[in-house]
Nanobody
Framework: QLRLVESGGGTVEVGGSLTLSCTAS?????TNWYRQTPGNERDFVAG???????NYAESGKGRLSISRDDPTNTVYLQMNNLKPEDSATYYC?????????????WGQGTHVTVSS
């Protein structure tokens, strides 16, 4: 069982920056960030596979950077030039695969508010 703990959320002004962290209790080579606002579905934000395979939602390209620190099993999401529409609860998601069986894990979420 993998446990994911997010941190780093908070309130920031428009144009500001935040770095979210997701620390896993074990190895999680495929880790993603999603976000969700009340009444809406959870949307993909960014993902990383290993140390170099990254992917971003169109809305975040050029403003977001996802990275990993292997010794601490931590994935970071650096968010720059934040906009009010970036306000949401951000969730860490990891996929593990053992003997051909995949499992999905979610963190508890960390809230981001971008104030104008």
């Amino acid at each position: 069982q993998l446990r994911l703990v997010e941190s780093g959320g908070g309130t920031v002004e428009v144009g500001g920056s935040l770095t979210l962290s997701c620390t896993a209790s074990g190895r999680a080579p495929a880790t993603n960030w999603y976000r969700q606002t009340p009444g809406n579905e959870r949307d993909f934000v960014a993902g990383i596979i290993g140390n170099r395979g990254t992917n971003y939602a169109e809305s975040g390209k050029g403003r977001l950077s996802i990275s990993r620190d292997d010794p601490t099993n931590t994935v970071y999401l650096q968010m720059n030039n934040l906009k009010p529409e970036d306000s949401a609860t951000y969730y860490c998601h990891a996929v593990t695969s053992t003997a051909g069986h995949s499992k999905n894990y979610w963190g508890q979420g960390t809230h981001v508010t971008v104030s104008s």
